[in-house]
Nanobody
Framework: QVQLVESGGGSVQAGGSLRLSCAAS?????LAWFRQAPGNQREGVAI????????DYADSVKGRFTISQDNAKNTVYLQMNSLKPEDTAMYYC????????????????????WGQGTQVTVSS
């Protein structure tokens, strides 16, 4: 079992920044951030692979968001800059303990543990 606890969400004006944190109860193969806005499907935002620290991002956030990790603390961060109203969503941290090299990371079914989510609201 892996427990994931997110923090750092909130409300910000467009152009602002927020930093999300996700603390995992133990190490995992990868940790990813997903988001879901009302009426939309859950979509992958960013992933970091624990062994290599390789990262990948959704096209919609490349150049604005940065994912990083502190392996000693089993914690992953998502620095979100230049936020836009369309970034408004519930953000979820998710862990993969089944496949260390998953390629289809943006598909929610690749993750087997989820946090409760933290709300991010960006106003125009």
């Amino acid at each position: 079992q892996v427990q994931l606890v997110e923090s750092g969400g909130g409300s910000v004006q467009a152009g602002g920044s927020l930093r999300l944190s996700c603390a995992a109860s133990r190490s995992t193969y990868s940790l990813a951030w997903f988001r879901q806005a009302p009426g939309n499907q859950r979509e992958g935002v960013a992933i970091i692979y624990s062994i290599t620290s390789a990262t990948d991002y959704a096209d919609s956030v490349k150049g604005r968001f940065t994912i990083s990790q502190d392996n000693a603390k089993n914690t992953v961060y998502l620095q979100m800059n230049s936020l836009k109203p369309e970034d408004t969503a519930m953000y979820y941290c998710a862990a993969n303990t089944r496949d260390p090299w998953t390629l289809n990371w943006a598909r929610p079914e690749t993750c087997n543990y989820w946090g409760q989510g933290t709300q991010v609201t960006v106003s125009s």
